[in-house]
């Protein structure tokens, strides 16, 4: 058989092209062979010398099937042709090897009838060079043996086959044979392996190629001979950088997974998109706390750029693209902390999983982990965390009843006796990064010697620190680095007892300040006497990254003197005694660029009513709704969790009501009656307060006993309740028939929520409800109900909706906000003054909308359009979860707002 190249993977030659190639064969192998001169070298003449014989591995002999087969010459320089058919090879380009090849039984079948027969392939090769004698003719000969074990390949991670050669740095290589339930043992150092000697390979367990590298390697299975022994020597290409990695794969995952990406080539900056467009340097930079949580379908993209002296020197990756889908039935896969590397002897392994309530079980033997724990199979727990002692490869699952359990999670750990982290990280001139080696036993901080190469003036090591502990000495450093430094790579070694660890560290050019912009978070450039109000500042560079954004805060010419002063986070404590006409100068200079500042000029003025809150005397809640015609007065009615209280006015006087232990989420009220959405284990309930009275009482007028649910929005329109309950039910209760009807999606009448997991829900001139991912619905009786196709939250959720003067208003996370004048076509809100806080509550009154959030957060709007912020100060870093309103019925109960949070109250008095 005659082979081109090196693409001779199985199947048969062509026979027409061997057959027009016999007479040259016969003529330039008789020339080779009596040692003429090299045909290449243009004709002729005498040598000084021969090349060296070619030399094939594995060796000569009895050989698996699927044998991985390289041809090889000691002379430098020297081209190897061969044949796998007997015949003698020529200098021809069809004869050229260029690279591995493989042999099996289908190169040279057996004829019909002798099927028992012994299938043997015969390689000859011989090596020429330019100014040298060819080399003899190498023959050898193969016996494929079905009895024994088939020799492993090397593959990459896309599954394409290699054979050695040049590599990108970081490249992951894996080992298979094709023999059905061999073992594989390896070795990456010159040594043969064995059953007694060598890495027994595990799948997932896959090779690293940072360094040049040949990998030795060997199949076994008892009743079988062990295969041959695959030598694929691997070297580093350098002009190359390894495409990045995910974890975990593409494919379907669970709600909340967090996607991590590493890049195995040392000193690249992976840089990302999740909106389909190839990522470029001006992409978002991925770090360890990037956190990329995949909630709805989601494609990522990512590239790994090694930077240059300049953008178009920069080398990059080809693009890694990724696609995954969510399984709502599926637990998010395990995450490790440390992430899979080298690390010291003794580290402590923490597992998580995003998925609330999962169960965590592992593996440290590279087996597959199952739920049933055993010597092998472990249950994690804070107590029993997974200790690193040996090289080791972890597998974890999570489960929890009901769903399917998640991926599996891999990491391959390695022991080193003293290690470093962070390790090959890549850091800007200017900045600062510390370091931390780990050492078994006790040592004391004398013992740590710290270096760094190439040294400078321009570096400096500062807080260099240990701590012996029982096992193991932790020892820090902060390395500086100065905007100076010349070096474009840095290597930070650390010696201790003899031991050694290093790392390589990529430096970037240093940031470039151009300006620094001031913004009031409130969006006002008024303040208000007695208040406090945040500004923030924002270092803007041309470079990437971008600089560092601390800033220097001050009232320039003012000493502070415990009245106007700003702090060094930028909030402004304005004395309840400043007049300052003129104003209050602020100015913001970067700590890294001095030379780079701005200022900002407020007015003092008095604040509007809606500016002014202050504390009730209520315990707070999850809710609140105001019934204009319960009691004498009107009544306001909180729930929280198992308890109801009410109070006339909203600012003193709540009293409990029973609430019997149900966790109440959600209330409203219409007419003379409250209803509350409440759940306790396995039963769900909706409750009717009558207000009639001053002793009024909570009972019950809908019961679910079957499923677990929790309701979080509840709305009436006088006939009729509903309630959005988790899993995209709803309930709708007829309140005169008392006829209940079980709303679910899935069913096969018309009867859908069109929602998987409901928020909230209001009346105004029909039922619009919200939820996670950005979904909405509307329905004119409760029962019938359409989905709104684009209600402008992307995939973020839904937390609350309120209705006045003719428009609906949503608020969700990430500070979104959308209105809609009917519920079903909706525009986005371009600042709602939240930034990305979440928004979880609103309402209207008084002609005006009042929203609230995290961390306290409050704005007001008289169009649901325009934003503007309350400074109010009263919930500090609590957040709200509801506001109600009550209009002006006596001189005493004038026109209120009152906003609930966790153990928190507080209201508005508004003209």
Not at 163 to 188: N, P
Not at 259 to 265: A, E, N, Q, V, Y
Not at 763 to 791: C, E, I, L, R
Request: net charge negative; charged share 15%.
């Amino acid at each position: 058989m005659v082979q081109k190249n090196n693409a001779v993977q199985g199947g048969t030659a062509n026979v027409s092209r061997i057959a027009a190639y016999l007479g040259v064969l016969t003529l330039l192998s008789g020339l080779v062979l009596a040692g003429c001169a090299n045909p290449n070298d243009g004709g002729g003449g005498s040598s000084s010398s021969k090349v060296e014989l070619p030399v094939l591995t594995p060796a000569a002999g009895k050989v698996g099937e699927d044998t991985q087969v390289t041809l090889t010459t000691s002379t430098p320089g020297a081209v190897i042709y061969y044949t796998i058919d007997g015949t003698d090879p020529v200098v021809d380009e069809l004869y050229k090897y260029s690279g591995g090849f493989v042999i099996d039984s289908t190169l040279n079948p057996p004829a019909i009838g002798e099927e028992n027969t012994d299938v043997i392939i015969t390689i000859k090769a011989i090596a020429v060079k330019t100014g040298m004698e060819n080399s003899g003719v190498l023959t050898a000969s193969y016996t494929i043996d079905p009895n024994q074990v088939a020799t492993p390949k090397t593959l990459t991670a896309t599954g394409e086959r290699v054979f050695g050669g040049e590599i990108v740095a970081g490249s992951v290589i894996i080992l298979e044979t094709a023999t059905e339930d061999a073992d594989i043992y390896y070795t990456t150092t010159g040594g043969v392996p064995s059953k007694t000697s060598g890495t027994k390979y595990h799948s997932g367990s896959n090779i690293t190629i940072d360094k040049s590298k040949t990998i030795k390697a060997i199949a076994v299975k008892n009743g079988f001979t062990d295969s041959s022994v695959l030598a694929a020597a691997f070297t580093i290409d350098s002009t190359k950088v390894a495409m990045p990695q995910a974890e975990p794969p593409p494919g379907e995952v669970a709600a909340g997974s967090l996607i991590t990406f590493r890049s195995p080539t040392s000193g690249a900056v992976i840089y990302y998109t999740t909106d389909g467009t190839d990522p470029t340097r001006e992409s978002s930079r991925y770090s360890a706390n990037s956190n990329i949580r995949i909630d709805t379908p989601q494609t990522i993209k990512a590239i790994a750029i090694k930077p240059g002296a300049t953008v178009s020197s920069d080398i990059k990756s080809e693009i890694l693209t990724v696609e995954y889908t969510i399984d709502d039935s599926k637990v998010a896969a395990p995450a490790a902390d440390p992430p899979a590397d080298a690390v010291a002897r003794g580290t402590e392994i923490t597992l998580t999983s995003p998925t609330s309530g999962a169960s965590i079980y592992y593996t440290i033997n590279g087996s597959a982990p199952t739920t049933t724990p055993s010597s092998t199979n472990f249950l994690y727990s804070e107590d029993s965390k997974p200790t690193i002692s040996n090289p080791l490869t972890l597998k974890a699952i999570a489960v929890k009843s009901g769903m399917t359990n998640s991926s599996v999670l891999t990491a391959a750990y390695t022991v080193v006796d003293i290690a470093i982290s962070p390790r090959d990280v890549t850091i800007s001139k200017g900045d600062s990064q510390v370091f931390t080696a780990t050492i078994d036993g006790r040592h004391s901080a004398a013992e740590f010697i710290w270096e760094v190469t190439p040294s400078s003036d321009y570096i400096t090591q500062t807080s260099s620190t240990a701590s012996p502990g029982s096992s193991t000495t932790t020892a820090r450093i902060t390395l500086n680095i100065g905007r100076d430094e010349p070096a474009d790579e840095l290597t930070v070694r650390v010696t201790c007892a003899g031991k050694r660890a290093e790392t390589l560290v990529t430096l970037l050019p240093a940031p470039f300040v151009d300006s620094v912009t001031i913004t009031p978070a409130s969006g006002l450039d008024e303040v208000y006497p007695g208040r406090n109000h945040q500004f923030t500042a924002l270092v803007e560079g041309s470079t990437d990254p971008i600089p560092p954004q601390s800033v220097r805060w001050e009232i320039p010419g003012v000493i502070f003197d415990g009245r106007t002063s700003i702090s060094n986070t930028g909030v402004l404590t304005v004395s309840p005694e400043e007049t300052r006409d003129s104003g209050i100068v602020i100015k913001a200079t970067s700590t890294y660029d001095p030379t780079k500042f701005n200022e900002f000029t407020v007015t003092v003025t008095d604040p509007p009513p809606i500016q002014i809150w202050s504390a009730s005397d209520g315990r707070g809640g999850n809710a609140i709704a105001y019934s204009r015609t319960a009691e004498t007065n009107g009544l306001f009615m909180a729930v929280r969790n198992s308890e109801a209280a009410k109070s006339a006015t909203g600012i003193a006087n709540w009293s409990n009501t029973p609430f019997s232990n149900f966790n109440a989420t959600s209330v409203c009220a219409n007419g003379d009656k409250f209803y509350a959405s409440a759940t306790k284990t396995g039963r769900m309930v909706i409750r009717k307060f009558d207000g009639s009275t001053t002793t009024g009482s909570w009972s019950d007028i809908v019961t679910i006993t079957s499923g677990t649910y929790t309701s979080y929005g509840i709305a009436s329109d006088g006939t009729v309740v509903v309630a959005a309950l988790t899993g995209g039910q709803m309930v709708r209760h007829t309140i005169a028939s008392g006829n209940n009807i079980i709303i679910q999606n899935g069913t096969a009448d018309t009867t859908k929520s069109q929602i998987t997991s409901a928020n909230c829900l209001v009346y105004g001139d029909k039922f619009v409800a919200g939820g996670n991912a950005g979904q909405m619905a509307y329905s004119p009786d409760g029962t019938t109900w359409t989905a709104v196709s684009d209600s402008k939250f992307d995939s973020d959720a839904i937390r609350a909706i309120a209705y006045g003067g003719g428009k609906y208003v949503a608020v969700g996370s990430n500070g979104k906000m959308a209105y809609s004048s009917d519920g079903t076509t909706w525009t986005a809100v371009s600042d709602s003054k939240f930034g990305s806080t979440q928004i979880n509550a609103i309402t209207y009154g008084n002609d005006i909308f009042v929203a609230g959030g995290n961390g306290g957060k409050m704005a007001y709007s008289t169009d649901g359009t325009t934003w503007t912020p309350i400074m109010n100060g009263t919930f500090g870093s609590t957040s709200i979860n509801g506001i109600a309103y009550r209009e002006e019925d006596t001189t005493e109960n004038r026109n209120k707002f009152v906003a609930v949070g966790a153990g928190k109250m507080a209201y508005c008095i508004y003209p």
